[in-house]
């Protein structure tokens, strides 16, 4: 796997950054703020037609939801063969999300995305937590802190970008050449 990537200067820079390799480019002066339904992945700077993306909250359905929306998503794609990578991606970053940035009962939400550029895809998870993601080492039979070591694994590269206001994006971009070989 390549290196990982360290800490994007903002959000738009950052997915400008993942997407250079594919042709996109993020969008000159797009918004820093949090994102909305709708312009989620303007906000990030994405401009391409295939972007998804769905809110989710602390509740074990709706994170059953997002793992559902990851793999119809790369169903319609025609990215069969990357669902259950992209899925355990997203899963773990969704997770740490919960786990970290969520408040249970308090209505607070974030937001899972994921776009496809030309041999590329990015999925990434924007939550309203400012403590960055840290790789930890796990003690030998812990049931859990190994998330970041999985996604290191399953894909090309990840990293993160903070927010100028509050919150994080965390990304992961899994190149389909690379994982359909």
């Not at 990537?5 to 703020?33: C, D, H, I, M, Y």
């Not at 939801?65 to 991606?89: K, M, P, Y």
Request: hydrophobic fraction near 50%.
């Amino acid at each position: 796997m390549a290196a990982h990537a360290a800490a994007a200067p903002n959000r738009v820079a950052g997915f400008e950054n993942l997407l250079a390799s594919t042709g996109q480019s993020a969008a000159k002066g797009a918004a820093s703020a949090p994102p909305g339904p709708l312009d989620w992945g303007l906000a990030l700077g994405i401009s391409t037609a295939d972007f998804a993306a769905r809110a989710f909250t602390c509740d074990a359905a709706s994170l059953k939801n997002v793992r559902c929306f990851i793999r119809e998503t790369v169903s319609e794609w025609d990215l069969g063969s990357l669902a259950d990578d992209l899925t355990t991606v997203v899963n773990e970053l969704t997770s740490n999300a919960v786990l970290h940035a969520l408040v249970a009962g308090a209505g607070s939400k974030a937001w899972v995305g994921m776009a496809r550029a030309g041999d590329t895809v990015v999925c990434a998870v924007a939550d309203p937590s400012p403590a960055l993601p840290t790789r930890r080492r796990a003690a030998h039979l812990a049931d859990s802190g190994r998330g970041l070591l999985i996604v290191d694994a399953l894909c090309d590269k990840w990293g993160y970008a903070a927010s100028e206001a509050s919150g994080k994006t965390v990304w992961a971009r899994i190149c389909l050449t690379d994982s359909v070989k």
